[in-house]
């Protein structure tokens, strides 16, 4: 069973930071797809961005330039620091990996004050 733990959610205010970790409970050396989602009250959950297992990355066109998604595979762990936060992103963030099939992080909140 493939577990991912998110954790540094919070609240800040519009123009702050923060740093979403996930940490997996396998080895994450052979996974090609890792991502973060998020979905706001009301929404579908969406793309924020994906790391590929060469450190390709991608970005959703609304958080290009403010995030930046990273991994470390000796700590099993994916990063998403998050810069320039704005009240718009206010949502649940969610981790997920492509190992056989899709698996996805519990969550963890993310609000943005105005």
């Known amino acids: 069973q493939v577990q991912l733990v998110e954790s540094g959610g919070g609240l800040v205010q519009a123009g702050g930071s923060l740093r979403l970790s996930c940490v997996a409970s396998i080895s994450i050396f052979s996974i090609n797809f890792m991502g973060w989602y998020r979905q706001a009250p009301g929404k579908q959950r969406e793309l924020v961005a994906t790391?590929?297992?060469?450190?390709?990355?991608n970005y959703a066109d609304s958080v290009k330039g403010r995030f930046t998604i990273s991994r470390d595979n000796a700590k099993n762990t994916v990063y998403l620091q998050m810069n320039s936060l704005k009240p718009e992103d206010t949502a649940v963030y969610y981790c997920?990996?492509?190992?056989?099939?899709?698996?996805w992080g519990q969550g963890t909140q993310v609000t943005i004050s105005s």
């Open positions: 790391v590929s297992g060469g450190g390709t990355t």
């Open positions: 997920y990996i492509n190992y056989g099939r899709g698996y």
